[in-house]
């Protein structure tokens, strides 16, 4: 194993920069002494450290670089890949429409330089997208019993998560885990997360995942509206669920979904138990900063400042409040969160460092959790 002075050095990337991945959970250590705090990593993430590095050499956001290491340790090179080229579409189209703006600032320019001249710009955006197909197995069969409460609260736990971005298919539905007696159930657009579990009988073999398209999901939860067993069926492809007479069935999304296990593994943090009434409203009418989201596409949202106070209470934060520890996130995003947790009176929230995903728990399992990703204050 190496020390975080020899993985600085072979890396190239220095001792702080590996403290801010390790605290964002891009990059976490092996292992850490329990007594001293020294971090220590393993041979395999000398390749990951130095690819960390290209990549945010390249512009890369750490939503998205997150999703690479994830592929790159699971060899899952489709994933990969993909994300490679939809941010070399997004520089490119960056750079398209910087070269529009300049264009317009010349104009402009030579306007004022030659008042009587008039000169007309077009500018023009273009868009690509790009699909790529990996293969699923076709040749896993597995039926199983699932309980339809389980399986409603789990598909309304996540369901807000799944992605839009035609660029990445794969996002825009909703993995079904099946392993042993669980099955469970994930959806990420890249800046949120969410896991659920419900408990299932009938499949004892090996571990097993499919990609359910959202539109399928949705199907398969307006189905389950009755408290009895379902079946889950999945061969090769294609997925049905039964629900006594009643059936909804279709393909699976044919590309392979980030290893989200390595996703969640993140840092220790700070838990503060809240209210989810009060937070709520708090979040609703308390103070919001409006800007760009530089880590999140650079879409506009209104950004929610959240800390944790002194006797564990967690707080909005007003403009001007500069606590180092205070983290930012997409408010939209974390309302939807608090209502994808069901009618609980009381959540956990779990902070780590201003860099790392916020988790919103449940008290009653560690199974069904959310994870967001922090936006950068520009102050």
């Keep these: 194993m190496r ?42 993430q000398l390749e990951e450290s130095r690819l960390l590095g290209r990549l945010r050499r390249a512009g890369m956001p750490l939503a998205d670089i997150r999703l690479v290491l994830a592929g790159w340790s699971s060899a899952d090179t489709d994933l990969v890949r993909k994300l490679l080229e939809a941010h070399l579409r997004r520089l490119e189209r960056g750079l398209s429409d910087a070269r529009s703006e300049f264009s ?21 955006t273009t868009t690509a997208t790009a699909t790529a197909t990996a293969a699923i197995d076709a040749t896993a069969t597995v039926r199983l019993t699932v309980s339809a409460p389980d399986l409603a609260a789990a598909l309304d736990a996540v369901r807000f998560a799944a992605g839009t971005d035609p660029d990445l298919p794969v996002l825009g539905g909703v ?60 061969d090769g492809g294609r997925v049905t669920l039964e629900a006594g007479d009643r059936q909804t069935a279709g393909q699976c999304v044919d590309h392979d979904f980030p290893d989200y296990r390595r996703l969640v593994r993140l840092p220790a943090g700070r838990r503060a138990l809240v209210d989810v009434a009060a937070f709520r409203e708090a979040l609703e009418s308390g103070p919001v900063r409006a800007g760009e989201a530089r880590e999140q596409e650079g879409v506009s949202c209104d950004l929610s400042v959240l800390k944790v106070t002194a006797d564990g209470a967690v707080t909005v ?45 449940r008290t009653d399992t560690e199974d069904t959790f959310s994870l967001l990703m922090p936006v950068r204050l520009e102050d």
């Design 3 to 44: 020390s975080i002075g020899e993985m600085a050095r072979d890396s190239g990337l220095s001792v702080s920069t590996l403290r801010f991945y390790d605290g964002a959970g891009v990059l976490v250590p092996a292992w850490v002494d329990p007594v001293s705090g020294y971090r220590w990593y393993g041979a395999e």
């Design 104 to 124: 317009t600032v010349r104009a402009l320019l030579e306007c004022r330089e030659k008042p009587m001249t008039v000169l007309r710009t077009t500018a023009t």
């Design 175 to 234: 993995l079904f885990d099946i392993e042993g007696d669980a099955l469970r159930v994930v959806a990420t657009d890249r800046y949120r997360m969410a896991v659920a579990r419900a408990g299932t009988s009938g499949h004892g073999g090996p571990r097993v995942q499919v990609v359910v398209p959202s539109p399928l999901a949705d199907a398969m939860r307006a189905l389950l509206s009755d408290g009895a067993p379902v079946s889950l069926a999945v």
């Design 317 to 361: 934060c007003e403009d001007g409040d500069d606590d180092r520890h205070r983290v930012a996130v997409n408010r939209e995003f974390l309302l939807h969160a608090l209502a994808a947790a069901g009618a609980r009176d009381r959540l956990v929230l779990e902070f780590g460092a201003p860099t790392a995903p916020l988790a919103i728990r």
